[in-house]
C-alpha cells in the first residue's frame, strides 16, 4: 500500500514540477487527489485514454493553474511517461538476454511498442509546434482531433522546450513503475516466494507493455495472463505466479476505484466543474 501511495506521489510530483515551471504552483496534496480521479477517469471512460487526460486538464484549471499550465503539464506528463516506459522496456531485455530467456517474439513485442512509445509523444510534440495553423476540412470535420488541436495549442512553448523539466518528469514516472514492480515483489514474498527484484521487474514491464498493444479496454485477461506467464518462465511456480499477479492487480487496479468514486463525485459537485 505504501508503494502504491508512493506511485500517486510521483505522479503528483511530476506535475507540480511543470505547474511551478508555469509560475501556478499548486499543493502536493490536491495534485495526488487529481492523480486518483485521473486512474478513475482512465479506467471507467472508454474514450483510448482521452477521458482521463480531459478530466486532468479540467482538474487542474478547477484548481486555479491557468488552462496552458494545466495542458502543459498533461504534455509534458505524457512525453516522461513514455520516455520512462521506453526506458524500462529496453532495460527488460536486456534482462531476459542475461536470463538466456529472450526470443525473437518478445523482443519483436518490445520493437513494435517501442515505435508506439516514440511516435505518442513525437505526435504530441508535432501538434504543439503546429499550433493553431488550419488542417484540411476532411480531418477538421471530426471534432475529437479539432478540440485536441485547440487544446494541445495552448501549451507554453518555453516548458516543452525545457528539456531539465523533462527529464525531471520523467523520472517522477520511471519512480511509477519501479514502485509498482516493488509492489509485485512484495506481493510474491508474501505469497514465499524468494524471486528476486529483476524477476518482478521484468514481469511487470512484460505485461504493461501488452497491455499497451492489447485493445482489450484495461488490458484486463492480458496483463494477468502475461504476467503470470513471465513469472513462471523465470521460475516462479504456477500457483504462486498467478497469486501475485491478482494481487497486483487488486492493488494498482481495483482498490484505488474506491476512493476515485468518492473524490469524483465530490469534484463534480463543485461550482463550475463539469
Known amino acids: 500500500i505504501a508503494l502504491q501511495a508512493l506511485t500517486y506521489l510521483s505522479v503528483a510530483a511530476g506535475w507540480s514540477a511543470v505547474l511551478a515551471a508555469a509560475d501556478a504552483p499548486q499543493p502536493l496534496g490536491k495534485l495526488m487527489r487529481v492523480a486518483?480521479?485521473?486512474?478513475?477517469?482512465?479506467?471507467?471512460?472508454?474514450?483510448?485514454?482521452?477521458?482521463?487526460?480531459v478530466v486532468l486538464v479540467d482538474q487542474l484549471h478547477a484548481l486555479g493553474a491557468p488552462r496552458s499550465a494545466a495542458v502543459?503539464?498533461?504534455?509534458?506528463?505524457?512525453?516522461?511517461?513514455y520516455c520512462a516506459y521506453a526506458l524500462f522496456?529496453?532495460?527488460?531485455?536486456?534482462l531476459l538476454w542475461l536470463h538466456d530467456q529472450a526470443t525473437p517474439l518478445m523482443a519483436g513485442l518490445v520493437t513494435l511498442f517501442l515505435a508506439i512509445a516514440f511516435a505518442i509523444p513525437a505526435l504530441a510534440l508535432w501538434l504543439r509546434r503546429r499550433g493553431s495553423r488550419p488542417l484540411p476540412r476532411r480531418i477538421e470535420r471530426i471534432g475529437l482531433i479539432r478540440e485536441l488541436l485547440r487544446t494541445v495549442a495552448q501549451a507554453p512553448?518555453?516548458?516543452?522546450?525545457?528539456?531539465?523539466?523533462?527529464?525531471?518528469v520523467a523520472l517522477c514516472n520511471a519512480l511509477v513503475f519501479l514502485a509498482d514492480a516493488g509492489t509485485l515483489y512484495c506481493c510474491l514474498h508474501a505469497l514465499g516466494q524468494s524471486a528476486a527484484f529483476?524477476?518482478?521487474?521484468?514481469a511487470l514491464i512484460m505485461a504493461s507493455i501488452m497491455m499497451t498493444l492489447s485493445p482489450i479496454p484495461l488490458?484486463?485477461?492480458?496483463?494477468?495472463?502475461?504476467?503470470?506467464?513471465?513469472?513462471?518462465?523465470?521460475?516462479?511456480?504456477?500457483?504462486?505466479?498467478?497469486a501475485a499477479t491478482m494481487l497486483l492487480r487488486l492493488l494498482t487496479l481495483?482498490?484505488?476505484?474506491?476512493?476515485?468514486?468518492?473524490?469524483?463525485?465530490?469534484?463534480?459537485?463543485?461550482?463550475?466543474i463539469a
Open 219 to 242: 488490458g484486463l485477461g492480458t496483463f494477468e495472463a502475461t504476467s503470470t506467464a513471465t513469472l513462471h518462465l523465470l521460475g516462479v511456480p504456477l500457483e504462486s505466479a498467478f
Open 89 to 94: 522496456a529496453v532495460a527488460m531485455m536486456v
Open 36 to 53: 486518483i480521479i485521473k486512474l478513475f477517469a482512465d479506467q471507467t471512460m472508454p474514450s483510448a485514454g482521452m477521458g482521463g487526460n
Open 72 to 81: 502543459a503539464a498533461l504534455l509534458i506528463s505524457m512525453v516522461g511517461y
Open 157 to 168: 512553448a518555453k516548458l516543452m522546450g525545457n528539456r531539465r523539466l523533462l527529464a525531471k
Open 198 to 202: 529483476a524477476t518482478a521487474f521484468i
Open 254 to 272: 481495483w482498490l484505488p476505484m474506491l476512493p476515485g468514486i468518492v473524490l469524483v463525485r465530490r469534484a463534480t459537485r463543485r461550482p463550475g
